[in-house]
């Protein structure tokens, strides 16, 4: 007695007007949008335009579709040219019938002449393709529970899927093992475990996608031994399990003898960090920039107000041009000569190494009274802005 099951669709296609919307065909097209955009984000990751995706599936896909459906036709022969088949049917699509091995080998078909015509190394990118390839099936197989194909033996566990009359490989039993979700769970499974391989380890060369083949092709073992679907068989198992086998043991092969390091970035750069350089040079080539601009005016905002260095305190830097000043007139205050100093209210920063020092920064700070000079070098009027002696107090 069957306690609970999972229920089938009653129906796998919606009119839209004269249109016909399968729900067959939706799972596949959305799995394939979902791959394209896991694989171009990865893409731009490893230094590739991430338009290479939707390019490369402009051929991929249709290489895969034709390639599973090849497959599939020679693998069950007998549903189109045996005794009551219909030849027409191989052309029906929308029915089902598209084979994982023909669309994986069609569309790494596909994949490598885009690849080649776009100079994009392929392992590189079926590297970034692997996780959103198991998506893409994980998706895509659902497309068989609205069919109501490809199932399984038959069962009466609570997950098991509720098969209608129709579609039942045993006259009166229906319930089935749901080959459909354990081949979409497994394949989620392998989707997460590629990110977390290739985050922490990050293999490439291919190796990745081997990695993905191999994960594959030991689940479909299992579930391709649970399905009951008609098949070709070779000493007695299934087609399909043997192509797994020998797959499964290229794909270890490879694994084993790709030693070569990662793959290298191209060297693709985003428009908006590309345009962020190019105002960076200019900037530098003009002769401006703002950090430069706010260093100094943050030395000259440090020193404002603090105590007037003494003469000769730092030297000026070898080939440094000491700052320009206007001289003005200094009278003594006993009535002596005037003498002229050097008068300035801008603040001058000279950065360099002086004569024996130790590269250091001297600033230099003078106010509308008093002149501050940057080397010890003696300019006219130093003496004469000193306060007047005793001497000169007195007339003497």
Same mark, same amino acid.
């Given at each position: 007695?069957?306690?609970? !099951?999972?229920?089938?669709p009653? @129906? ?28 171009? @984000? ?16 402009? /051929? ?80 895509? @197989? ?17 997950? !098991? ?32 475990l ?5 985050? @922490? /380890? ?18 479909r ?49 985003? #428009? ?21 601009t ?5 030395? $000259?905002? =440090? ?7 003494? $003469?000769?305190? $730092?030297? #000026?830097?070898?080939g440094?041009?000491? #700052?320009?000043?206007?001289?003005? +007139?200094?009278? #003594?205050? +006993?009535?002596?000569?005037?003498s ?7 603040t ?11 590269? $250091?920064?001297?600033?230099? =700070?003078?106010g ?7 080397? =010890? ?20």
């Amino acid at each position: 007695m069957v306690l609970a !099951a999972i229920p089938s669709p009653s @129906r796998g296609v919606v009119h839209l007007g004269p249109v016909p919307l399968r729900a067959y065909a939706l799972m596949i097209v959305v799995g394939i949008i979902v791959a394209v955009v896991v694989t171009a @984000r990865r893409l731009r990751a490893r230094g590739v335009d991430p338009v290479v995706a939707s390019e490369v599936a402009y /051929w991929a896909v249709p290489f895969g579709i034709v390639g599973a459906r090849i497959y599939h036709v020679i693998s069950s022969p007998d549903a189109y040219f045996g005794e009551d088949g219909d030849p027409l049917a191989v052309f029906e699509v929308w029915n089902g019938g598209l084979a994982i091995w023909g669309a994986v080998a069609g569309g790494a078909l596909g994949a490598w002449l885009a690849c080649r015509r776009m100079d994009v190394p392929f392992g590189l990118f079926a590297d970034a393709m692997a996780p959103g390839l198991a998506l893409a099936q994980a998706i895509g @197989r659902w497309g068989n529970w609205f069919n109501q194909e490809l199932y399984g033996r038959a069962t009466d566990l609570p997950w !098991a899927v509720r098969i209608d009359p129709a579609h039942q490989m045993i006259p009166g039993v229906e319930t089935y093992h749901p080959t459909f979700l354990y081949e979409s769970l497994w394949n989620l499974a392998i989707a997460g475990l590629l990110l977390l391989v290739d985050r @922490r /380890w990050r293999l490439g060369r291919g190796r990745l996608f081997f990695l993905y083949v191999a994960l594959y092709t030991t689940g479909r073992l299992w579930i391709e031994a649970l399905r009951i679907d008609t098949a070709e068989k070779v000493l007695g198992l299934r087609v399909n399990i043997w192509v797994s086998i020998v797959v499964f043991l290229i794909a270890l092969l490879v694994l084993a003898l790709i030693r070569r390091p990662v793959d290298p970035d191209i060297g693709w750069t985003s #428009p908006a960090v590309a345009g962020g350089a190019r105002r960076t040079g200019g900037q530098q080539a003009g002769g401006t920039d703002s950090s430069d601009t706010g260093s100094t005016e943050d030395a $000259a905002a =440090d020193t404002a107000g603090a105590e007037t260095a003494p $003469a000769g305190t $730092a030297d #000026p830097a070898p080939g440094t041009t000491p #700052p320009t000043t206007t001289p003005k +007139t200094v009278t #003594p205050p +006993t009535g002596g000569p005037a003498s002229t100093a050097p008068a300035s209210t801008a603040t001058s920063v000279v950065t360099g190494s002086p004569a024996g020092g130790s590269g $250091a920064t001297a600033v230099a =700070d003078t106010g509308a009274g008093g002149a501050t000079a940057s080397s =010890d070098e003696e300019r006219p009027g130093d003496r004469a802005a000193e306060p007047a002696g005793p001497a000169a107090q007195d007339g003497r």
